[in-house]
């Protein structure tokens, strides 16, 4: 059974800077490229979108633009765990941040196709203030 679990959101003024952490039980986690992800609630039609990637050995990763030079993406694969510095934060930041197995597709990071709904885990609320 797989179990993702999430942690290190807060509250933090916007410049500030946070690190989430996400430990990943029940599957391979050195096998998979891996990804976090990041959902606003309340906001009809707001997917869940991909904001960083990393491959399994490290050797890859990949921002999407808003957070590029801000967010750093980095994994242990020893321990089973994903980690994503955010510096510079800023208000559009907010959101719930989910950790996930991840690949790349036409410039999107997407979850497999393999990987079910209810895996998810709880997230971690990351909050901005102005």
């Known amino acids: 059974q797989v179990q993702v679990v999430e942690s290190g959101g807060t509250l933090v003024q916007a410049g500030g800077s946070l690190r989430l952490s996400c430990t990943v039980s029940?599957?391979?986690?050195?096998?998979?490229?891996m990804g976090w992800f990041r959902q606003t609630p309340g906001i009809p039609g707001k997917e869940r979108e991909g904001v960083s990637f990393i491959s399994w050995n490290s050797g890859s990763t990949y921002y999407i633009d808003s957070v590029k030079g801000r967010f750093t993406i980095s994994r242990d694969n020893a321990m089973k765990t994903l980690y994503l510095q955010m510096n510079n934060l800023l208000y559009e930041d907010t959101a719930v941040y989910y950790c996930?197995?991840?690949?790349?597709?036409?410039?999107?990071?997407?979850?497999?196709?393999?990987?079910?709904?209810?895996?998810w885990g709880q997230g971690t609320q990351v909050t901005v203030s102005n």
């Open positions: 996930a197995p991840a690949r790349i597709e036409t410039g999107t990071i997407v979850v497999p196709p393999t990987w079910a709904s209810d895996n």
């Open positions: 029940g599957l391979a986690f050195v096998g998979y490229d």
